[in-house]
């Protein structure tokens, strides 16, 4: 906890700056016009229970990839091609196909609700979303898994082979527990870059940032709101991300060979 | 070294054995026999196929003709990997750059195999590792991790990694080819007295001094072939082989600076 904490902190430190001039400015401008402060207040709440559900879908979406990844990335490195070759085109797939396109194809693929066990459970628009990002999510996550394997020395693999262990149990206990430390940045950045990602689900209707700045200034119908309101959603997101390629930076240079 | 010359019984036997890697042709016809509590070294010029011995003994290599046997396993008609494993929980290798698993403290590395593998409980396989470290002269770097000591330690820890399994053989892949001379010493130490106490091994090695010292029977390699396998003192002093004269010739003066700094 203190140890992760720590750069955390750092990255906090560094990002200070950045925080005061957008503060001194934010400042500055309310001098100027008291009433488009009033208002942005007011649309502060309705604003951030967006970026909770920013937040909910990166989050779901990334722990589904990370599993996804997981997976995919050892079966890249299959020795058998009936493993290896599904796992191969998954990842060319996916990797080369915009965000947007997929949490469209998720939204309109799949059903408004599903039925389990003869009761109708409901499968929301955010749902579909998460798992429109879980898809290139899996491809990415494989990457820098399968990345990450190939760079442990492969008498790692005949050590541990050497004392008895199968291909299985050597990943398992021997190489990917090494893979973690060489994993990390890669997968903090695309976090990063998944989160960033969420502001598309507005397209497809999610009540998100996006969506929630987009009614706002509807509702209010003014020119200086419009651009407040959207600045305050850049803000929004470069608070949440810039923390983490920081951190990532950090762990970067901690992590690289010596 | 064996002080009785009853015949024991054979537990490794290689007959002809060939290896290609591609085009390269690495093992051309290799035959070699160890029997039980023997120790032989294996040596001879780099690139005569002497490492790739020792991975075909334990089916980390697979030849392409010939026949393995160890402990009365045809290891050359091994197919699956269940087989394989069987033969490498009875067969342990050390390998020249120690290869210990980072990630895991000393006792870690030591007792996985064991409990993950041969299912020891946790406790007495922690008791025989500390046996082990204590033999190999470790006994207090229980909880160090690999990245803490120095090669020569990690070298006897590899080695102490190897016995937690009661291996029926253990090969040595040129284990102090990769260390500074001075822990060269601390590691065949460690060694000379596993095969004293009867361990049957296989060396792939460069310290002649010490192999002349510690083997049952030294076989040399040239060329994929194994030219001679004899007693040391055969081998070293009466062979009529002019390529073994001149290997262990030019081996002369370092063999005297190795007796001086070792003192053995």
């Known amino acids: 906890m203190s140890a992760a904490a720590l750069p955390a902190r750092g990255a906090l430190r560094a990002a200070w700056p950045w925080l005061a001039l957008a503060a001194g400015s934010g400042l500055f401008w309310s001098f100027l016009d008291a009433r488009l402060t009033r208002d942005l207040l007011d649309w502060l709440p309705y604003l951030a229970s967006g970026f909770v559900m920013n937040v909910l879908i990166s989050v779901l979406a990334m ?38 396109v997929l949490i469209f194809a998720t939204t309109y693929i799949f059903p408004f ?30 990457e820098i898994v399968r990345g990450a394997i190939l760079s442990v020395p492969t008498s790692q693999w005949d050590a541990a082979r050497g004392s008895g262990l199968s291909r299985g149990q050597t990943l398992r206990w021997i190489i990917l527990p090494q893979c973690l430390r060489r994993a990390l940045p890669p997968w903090m950045n695309l976090y990063a870059s998944i989160t960033m990602s969420t502001a598309l689900a507005s397209l497809v209707g999610v009540h998100e940032l996006l969506h929630a700045a987009t009614d ?18 850049l803000a929004a997101f470069f608070l949440f991300c810039f923390p983490i390629s920081r951190l990532t930076r950090r762990l970067e240079r901690r992590f690289a060979p010596r | 070294m064996a002080q009785d010359h009853t015949p024991r019984p054979i537990l ?39 490492s790739t011995i020792l991975r075909c003994i334990n089916g980390l290599a697979q030849p ?57 409980p946790r406790a007495e396989a922690e008791a025989l590792a500390r046996d082990l470290l204590a033999r190999v002269r470790l006994a207090d770097k229980v909880s160090a991790y690999p990245g803490e000591l120095s090669g020569g330690q990690q070298q006897r820890v590899a080695i102490a990694r190897a016995l937690a399994m009661r291996p029926e053989l253990v090969l040595f892949d040129e284990v102090t080819s990769a260390l500074d001379p001075e822990m060269v010493g601390e590691v065949l130490a460690v060694i000379r007295e596993l095969v004293r106490d009867g ?15 510690i083997s049952d029977t030294i076989a040399f390699t040239e060329n994929g072939r194994i030219v001679a396998q004899a007693p040391p003192a055969e081998l070293f002093y009466r062979s009529g082989n002019p390529r073994i004269r001149q290997f262990i010739g030019g081996f002369q003066g370092y063999r005297d600076a190795v007796q001086h700094r070792e003192g053995i």
């Open chain 1, 63 to 100: 722990a589904l990839g990370t599993l996804g990844g997981v997976v995919l990335g050892a079966m890249e490195l299959s020795n058998a091609r009936v493993v290896r070759a599904p796992a191969v085109a998954y990842v060319q797939l996916f990797r080369n196909a915009p965000h947007l």
């Open chain 1, 113 to 142: 609700e599903i039925v389990v066990a003869g009761s109708y459970l409901p499968f929301p628009d955010w749902l579909k979303a998460v798992l429109g990002l879980a898809v290139p999510a899996c491809a990415y996550v494989a």
């Open chain 1, 216 to 233: 706002a200034s509807t509702a209010v119908r003014r020119d200086d709101f419009t651009i407040a309101v959207y600045l305050t959603v």
């Open chain 2, 12 to 50: 490794v036997e290689l007959r002809d054995v060939h290896l290609s890697f591609g085009a390269a042709e690495v093992l051309k016809g290799i035959d070699l026999t160890v029997a039980k509590g023997d120790a032989v070294s294996i040596i001879g010029p780099s690139g005569s196929g002497k």
């Open chain 2, 64 to 120: 392409h003709t010939g026949r393995i046997t160890v402990a009365g396993t045809r290891v050359d008609t091994l197919r699956t990997e269940a087989e394989r494993i069987a033969l490498r929980k009875r067969v342990g290798i050390v390998f020249q750059q120690y290869n210990l698993f980072p990630h895991l403290t000393v006792l870690e590395n030591i007792t996985l195999a064991p409990t993950r593998i041969l299912k020891v």
């Open chain 2, 199 to 213: 361990l049957t091994s296989i060396l792939v090695t460069h310290e002649m001094r010490f192999a002349e010292e």
